[in-house]
């Protein structure tokens, strides 16, 4: 489990119209995937979520929180993936729509990279019940 520092939306430079929601799903979701804290993220998530995700080289999808852990976001951030910190988090809300975007700097035997994604949801009985995903894909940096 990775020890990367949790932002508030307020600390992530949320932007919150007069009639939009406070982005605070997203903000969740982002600080649980950051931790790989994959029990929490499956409880954030309506137990009929529809999410989809591109990555550079295929695109994926998932109904249920136990498949969107285990076949998309477990494949996506491997055992051997380390969170090592959260280097960008911005949150946002508009209409009936939250926007979340991270970028996390992951460390593994393949070296260091960073990955960046971007996040749109909607809320379903106070979970995400609507989700997409587009990923950067895992960006190779140096060492510091």
Not at 40 to 60: C, K, M, N, Y
Not at 61 to 80: C, I, N
Request: glycine fraction near 6%.
């Amino acid at each position: 489990m990775s020890s990367a520092p949790a932002l508030t939306a307020a600390q992530a430079g949320a932007t919150i119209s007069p009639m939009a929601q406070t982005p605070v799903l997203g903000v969740e979701f982002a600080n649980a995937l950051a931790a790989k804290d994959f029990a929490r993220i499956a409880d954030l998530f309506h137990p009929e979520v529809d999410f989809r995700g591109l990555t550079p080289r295929r695109s994926w999808e998932a109904a249920d929180p136990g498949s969107l852990v285990s076949e998309v976001l477990r494949q996506w951030f491997e055992d051997s993936d380390e969170i090592e910190a959260v280097e960008r988090l911005e949150a946002d809300a508009f209409a009936d729509r939250e926007r979340v975007g991270y970028r996390f700097r992951v460390r593994n035997p393949e070296g260091l990279f960073l990955v960046e994604q971007q996040a749109f949801l909607s809320a379903r009985e106070g979970r995400i019940g609507w989700m997409r995903v587009l990923c950067s894909g895992y960006r190779p940096i140096d060492a510091e």
